[in-house]
């Protein structure tokens, strides 16, 4: 009986400690505010001029200082995929090293300076990747077997074989065609072994063009002869059927084979006019991430910080050198 008083008597007074401590920690925290607000009080005059001071600093700042984003998509033919990159590496890596020289003289950046950061990445679209071909489907099958599918299409084997890369470029003023695109493709372009292949490839879709035409051509002689010997020996009010696997279905599905052929030649010769082709170009988008734009709101609030920053030193430095003082 008295061994339950006792523990009754122990809990109760943890409790009340818990309760004590508790009381103690919010009081603790109202004095602190409390004192902040003294503080605040006290230098008004100070905090009052440091925010108008951060704040026309910093109007001026979002005014002088703008840095914009730039974006090119292009295609990369004849399997010059590896070379893009490492040309758009070789010229991210003369912008770390501060080389104008290069990049003025020999990419031809009309303002290198101005010229902050590149990059380049694939864009995702797993669904062209494989529509492209069925040896593409069956690559990411067999990986996917293996694998999260989300990681497997963004990995660095498989994202560089789609059709379609962003290239990326920072400048800290407005850009133009002149000043950036056109060098910059003008450069990525200078490949005298790409552009063999690509003189040749041409080449070949032409000859393949010419050959499809004269194929198509005597197609269409043949249809016509048999339509007009189909004419002549049947009566007006005469169906004729054909059947699927006669050879004049097979004829007919070669012409549409061929015609859809030729209009892929076409599209090629459109898109393959370049070793780096570019398809969509846009300039000068503002950049508002990080602080930039900004600097009206961060350098009033960084000014104040740093002025109760250097109060609480200041008293610290006071409650330290008394401690000091008493003990001497």
């Given amino acids: 009986m008295s061994t339950s008083?006792?523990?009754?008597?122990?809990?109760?007074?943890d409790l009340s400690q818990i309760a004590k401590k508790i009381g103690n920690f919010f009081e603790g925290i109202s004095t602190k505010i409390f004192k902040v607000f003294l503080f605040f009080k006290r230098n008004i005059l100070w905090v009052g001029i440091l925010f108008i001071l951060g704040?026309?600093?910093?109007?001026?700042?979002?005014?002088?200082?703008?840095?914009?984003?730039?974006?090119?998509?292009?295609?990369?033919?004849?399997?010059?995929?590896?070379?893009?990159y490492a040309k758009v590496e070789?010229?991210?890596?003369?912008?770390?090293?501060?080389?104008?020289?290069?990049?003025?003289?020999?990419?031809?950046?009309?303002?290198?300076?101005?010229?902050?950061?590149?990059?380049?990445?694939?864009?995702?679209?797993?669904?062209?990747?494989?529509?492209?071909?069925?040896?593409?489907?069956?690559?990411?099958?067999?990986?996917?077997?293996?694998?999260?599918?989300?990681?497997?299409v963004n990995?660095?084997?498989?994202?560089?074989?789609?059709?379609?890369?962003?290239?990326?470029?920072?400048t800290d003023k407005e850009t133009s065609n002149e000043k950036t695109v056109q060098p910059l493709l003008k450069y990525l372009n200078d490949s005298d072994y790409y552009s063999l292949i690509q003189k040749e490839y041409l080449n070949n879709v032409k000859i393949k063009m010419v050959e499809n035409d004269?194929?198509?051509?005597?197609?269409?002689?043949?249809?016509n002869a048999f339509s007009s010997n189909t004419n002549s020996s049947q009566k007006s009010d005469k169906l004729v059927y054909y059947?699927?696997?006669?050879q004049l279905n097979e004829v007919i599905k070669t012409k549409e084979i061929l015609v859809n052929e030729q209009g892929i030649n076409r599209i090629s010769l459109v898109n393959f006019d370049k070793v780096v082709k570019e398809s969509s170009i846009t300039l000068n988008i503002k950049n508002t991430k990080a602080v930039n734009g900004k600097m009206k709101f961060?350098?009033?609030?960084?000014?104040?910080?740093?002025?109760?920053?250097?109060?609480?030193?200041?008293?610290?430095?006071?409650?330290?050198?008394?401690?000091?003082?008493?003990?001497?």
């Fill in 5 to 13: 008083t006792q523990n009754n008597d122990n809990q109760e007074i």
């Fill in 55 to 84: 704040v026309s600093l910093g109007l001026y700042m979002d005014k002088t200082t703008k840095v914009y984003d730039n974006e090119i998509i292009v295609s990369s033919n004849f399997g010059s995929i590896d070379y893009l």
């Fill in 90 to 152: 070789l010229i991210s890596s003369k912008i770390n090293d501060g080389d104008t020289i290069f990049l003025k003289e020999v990419v031809g950046i009309k303002e290198p300076k101005k010229l902050k950061k590149i990059a380049i990445e694939p864009i995702t679209d797993v669904y062209k990747f494989i529509n492209n071909s069925d040896k593409n489907f069956e690559f990411v099958k067999l990986l996917a077997e293996d694998g999260d599918i989300k990681k497997i």
């Fill in 155 to 170: 990995e660095n084997l498989t994202s560089k074989n789609y059709p379609y890369h962003l290239i990326s470029y920072t």
């Fill in 214 to 223: 004269s194929i198509i051509s005597q197609i269409n002689g043949l249809l």
């Fill in 243 to 246: 059947n699927e696997n006669s």
């Fill in 298 to 328: 961060v350098l009033p609030l960084f000014f104040i910080l740093l002025f109760v920053i250097a109060g609480v030193l200041k008293s610290f430095y006071k409650s330290q050198m008394a401690k000091l003082n008493s003990k001497l």
